[in-house]
């Protein structure tokens, strides 16, 4: 019984963790790596370099080959302490960088399941999963390891400031630090800095002085164990450009691209065919491509999420992460709003934060809550409906307006020309690409299939109707298109 107890429990976060790995085919390639932007300019060298190293018996602190000299140990884009990292340089070249750059996509699924799965059904927690880890902002961190990584922790910091809140054991505490220390080791600074805020307002949520302490306490310990990396990294702070505030307003989201989370590509496809690339990218993304490729999140994901937000007078949780969610928002847009300039006038070190729309990942990440409990909330016996017409009303609209703009102006493409490592795969599914109809399919087998015989039957229709709206999220997910590049075969001689 313990050990069937044990795969039931498993098998949801891993059927999540597939079909998350689903929006990223070529990932299993052993003769093509990821390319797109840093990946093949700076990051798939350094990993040839820092495997070399490591297979010869030394540890890669020092890179004579860049720059004559370059200390690594004091970039933490290289992710020189980071556990996962080391470990996966072990395996052959180009595997290992590819589950380097597609792994945390897993992870982050992992992680939302486990945060979720104490608070509503199963089967809300795989779909607000995957929402979250097929989401455009978390598929789009891919070509940023450091980023990726960091990102697909958040929802494990939440996890276990969650169970610390519940009460202080030892072990508890442990893990909250632990996941903090991760996170800090995976080399971003402004997302572990805002997943601390977020994970101390979070303790503080839950109504316990006692818990944000103990929050505290716990992210104290995780900067001592990141402190290999964070103390050679505030050394050469000072006399980088980020201590001048250099950088400090590119790459705000332009309000104008929230349109892009129920229209995909609506402005252009900074990874697509050259007649994709539009100059709307450029006017709204200071002149340059756009850091988040995609911040598609889908018409049902969004549907669920405000039904989500629906709650807020009779759930703490769908408050929180509905307030959350906007001021996430609000961040993100930077320098497009007079909050965050005055904000940086105020906050001490705030400026030293480059790239604002990084803080998109909480908002995906409240969105995907929300559309877990209203999942949760549609399938109650006692939801009334009349609450749900003004939503379910204005999600079918922006439905059509987005199948409209899919079939009018999206091309048609050979699945040839998408012979590509692509984060989502998708203009459009059935018209570009087999394995985004195995994806799709996937999906909708990870809803049907769970817990029919453990949950109270519900009404046919209704049931159906879910189960079709569901498919319906987690197909729309597929479509985030956040291309990585096409395959680009592996030196023979590297």
Known sequence: ??????????????????????????????????????????????????????????????????????????????????????????????????????????????GMHRFLVRKVSTEAACLGSIVFAASGPMLSTANMPNLAWSCALIPWVFAAVDRLAEGWTRPRAALAALAFGLMLTAGEPVTFAAAVVAALAYAGFRGRAGAVFASGAAAGFGVLLGAVQIVPTAVITPGSIRSAGALREMWSLHPVRLLETVAPWLFGKYTGLPNEITQWLFVLNDAREPLLFSIYLGVPAVLLAVVGTTLVRRSQAAMFWTVAGVVALVAAFGTHTPIYRAALKIVPGLSMFRYPSKYLILTAMAVAVLAALGWDALSAEGTRRRKLVAPVGVAAALAGLGLVRNHSDLPTLDASHYDTISVGACLDLGRVSTGARESTSARSALVHGRRRAQRPELPRTRRSDLHRLAAGVLSRQCRSGVGLGRRARRDEGA
């Open 1 to 110: 019984m313990t050990r069937r107890r044990l795969t039931s429990a498993w098998t949801s976060p891993a059927l999540c963790a597939i079909v998350a790995l689903l929006a990223i085919p070529g990932v299993f390639s052993w003769s093509s790596v990821f390319y797109v932007r840093d990946l093949a300019t700076f990051f798939y060298p350094h990993h040839l370099w820092a495997r070399g190293v490591l297979l010869s018996g030394g540890f890669p602190l020092w890179n004579p080959f860049l720059g004559c000299g370059y200390a690594t140990a004091d970039d933490p884009a290289l992710q020189t302490f980071f556990p996962p990292a080391l470990l996966l340089r072990f395996l052959p070249s180009v595997i290992g960088f590819n589950l380097i750059v597609a792994l945390p996509i897993a992870v982050a699924a992992l």
